[in-house]
């Protein structure tokens, strides 16, 4: 069982690295483009190699579960020796996998937080597709194991607003996610009770410190307006689209403003500057002293 929980680790690992989160992403064109073959051999060389260079540098890594799990057992076991040599270097391990189930099924993919599980990671991304609550086993697991959890709540793909806008009462059903995300991050609060009014813990800003929840929430950073409240969420918000996807600095400082705990995530950015170990990490660099400056 970990020791600190999620948010303070990630809190601490920002203060140290700043707040760069890395996407390990490697699709078939970026293996093509570092000269390897679309293999189980290809892959566990390239994720080595971004291991190698960033683990010690980088707050976050992120590896995209689904480009390991088409390569089958071989491409988990790559995975697995991945994670276990980031989390030695001192980053901490987002795994991108976007469950959402109910039950017994939703347990055994928050197994992933657990301490003695071959890929044990320190977060996992989750889809509440299926109703905020199924993800309670997940919400239980991460109590227990000190992991946390970020929920799909505000993406920016293009067709996101079809069902996160759609209205749930007088919510969208964007902002039941980030209330409900909002009430795991409120001392006290229990299952069954009514979600937390906002006014009730504006003091639970969400800013990095000893207080940083471990339950955050996925907010794209190239959306064209912040459509969600996200005051006294009391966690961090994972913000992906930064650099080939259009996003920038500027667009998170617009939506989010600053000191808020946000983890802005770069994939293609860092990772076309391999396979030279010292471009990739010249490249995270850059990022980490632009979010920084």
């Known amino acids: 069982m970990s020791t600190l929980p999620f948010g303070q680790r990630l809190a601490d690992a920002v203060a140290a690295r700043g707040p760069l989160c890395v996407g390990i992403d490697p699709h078939v064109p970026l293996l093509e483009r570092w000269g390897l073959p679309d293999s189980p051999d290809g892959l566990a060389r390239f994720t080595d190699t971004v291991v190698d260079a960033l683990a010690g540098h980088v707050a976050v890594l992120k590896p995209q579960l689904a480009f390991y799990e088409r390569h089958g057992s071989r491409g988990l076991a790559a995975l697995e020796d991945a994670v276990a040599r980031a989390r030695s270097a001192g980053a901490l391990v987002l795994l991108d996998a976007k469950r959402g189930d109910i ?88 299952v069954g009770d009514p979600l937390p009014d906002v006014a009730a813990v504006r003091d639970l800003q969400g800013r990095w410190g000893a207080t940083t929840g471990s339950f955050g929430v996925v907010v794209g950073a190239t959306l064209p307006d912040l459509d969600v409240d996200l005051d006294g969420l009391g966690g961090p918000v994972l913000a992906p689209g930064l650099g080939a996807q259009g996003g920038s600095v500027a667009d998170l400082r617009r939506l989010f403003g600053t000191g808020r705990a946000v983890v802005p995530t770069v994939s293609r950015d860092v990772l076309q500057a391999g396979p030279d170990v010292a471009a990739l990490r010249a490249a995270a660099d850059r990022w980490t002293a632009e979010l920084t400056a």
């Not at 599980?117 to 109590?143: C, E, I, K, N, Y």
């Open 103 to 190: 039950g017994s099924t939703m347990d055994a993919y928050a197994d992933y937080l657990r301490p003695d599980h071959p890929l044990a990671v320190d977060a996992l991304t989750v889809s509440p597709f299926l109703g905020p609550g199924s993800l309670q086993p997940a919400v239980d697991t991460a109590h227990w194991t000190g992991g946390g959890l970020f929920v799909l709540a505000r993406t920016s793909n293009p067709d996101a607003g079809t069902l996160q806008h759609a209205m749930v009462g007088p919510r969208s059903a964007a902002q039941v996610v980030v209330d409900t995300v909002r009430s795991w991050n409120t001392p006290g609060w229990v």
